[in-house]
């Protein structure tokens, strides 16, 4: 009996491969899709294009009269501002909902007899270790909700350079923009 000789269109070790990657890029499209949705749908994607045009125009004012022998100062347009007091409280249910669901599903598959993590301590320390951690920034949260612009200045630095603060819209009116800016007379000249 003759032996079979291999198809090379059947026998490719393919069969599995190519499907499976053709599901992985399916997802990766869809969430790309969806990340994209979420972008035009949040206002920070307009406010962070708007503070990249004015430090843009900023750098350009800068260069110029630096050139012409001035110097410009003025503010920083990627600033943040304070959240309000509810956008804080929200943030700290969130937050904490979050973490008591991450540790329930830690003990829950801990203890799930039919599960293949039973009795698997790693599942209470991943639990545990995401609700200590999602619970500390709750923790943040609430202390900005309750004491909030009269708080001490570390946390209006944290305020203002972090994502616990929203986006500052730059001046619109290139007169506000223009006196925003302010010319330093140098010394000696």
Same mark, same amino acid.
């Given at each position: 009996?003759?032996?079979?000789r291999?198809d090379?269109?059947?026998?490719?070790?393919?069969?599995?491969?190519?499907?499976a990657?053709?599901?992985? %890029?399916?997802?990766?499209?869809?969430?790309?899709?969806?990340?994209?949705?979420?972008?035009?749908?949040?206002?920070?994607?307009?406010?962070r294009?708007?503070?990249?045009?004015?430090? %843009?125009?900023?750098?350009?004012?800068?260069?110029?009269?630096?050139?012409? %022998?001035?110097?410009?100062?003025?503010?920083?347009?990627?600033?943040?501002?304070?959240?309000?007091?509810?956008?804080?409280?929200? %943030?700290?249910?969130?937050?904490?909902?979050?973490?008591?669901?991450?540790?329930?599903?830690?003990?829950?598959?801990?203890?799930?007899?039919?599960?293949?993590?039973?009795?698997?301590?790693?599942?209470?320390?991943l639990?545990?270790?995401?609700?200590?951690?999602?619970?500390?920034?709750?923790?943040?949260?609430?202390?900005?909700?309750?004491?909030?612009?009269?708080?001490?200045?570390?946390?209006?630095?944290?305020?203002?350079?972090?994502?616990?603060?929203?986006?500052?819209?730059?001046?619109?009116?290139?007169?506000?923009?223009?006196?925003?800016?302010?010319?330093?007379?140098?010394?000696g000249?």
């Open positions: 009996m003759a032996e079979r291999p090379p269109v059947r026998d490719d070790g393919l069969h599995v491969f190519v499907p990657l053709m599901g992985v %890029g399916m997802i990766v499209s869809g969430l790309l899709v969806i990340a994209d949705w979420l972008n035009h749908m949040l206002p920070n994607g307009r406010v294009r708007k503070q990249e045009i004015a430090a %843009g125009a900023k750098g350009v004012v800068i260069s110029v009269a630096e050139a012409a %022998g001035h110097e410009i100062a003025g503010p920083d347009f990627r600033s943040r501002e304070w959240r309000s007091r509810w956008a804080y409280a929200l %943030g700290v249910a969130g937050f904490a909902g979050v973490g008591a669901a991450a540790l329930l599903a830690g003990l829950l598959a801990f203890n799930d007899d039919a599960g293949l993590f039973y009795r698997n301590p790693w599942m209470v320390g639990g545990a270790g995401t609700a200590a951690v999602l619970g500390l920034v709750a923790l943040q949260l609430l202390f900005f909700a309750i004491v909030y612009r009269r708080s001490f200045r570390a946390a209006h630095v944290l305020i203002e350079t972090t994502w616990f603060g929203r986006l500052k819209s730059p001046p619109r009116d290139p007169s506000e923009f223009a006196g925003s800016l302010r010319l330093i007379e140098r010394e000249k």
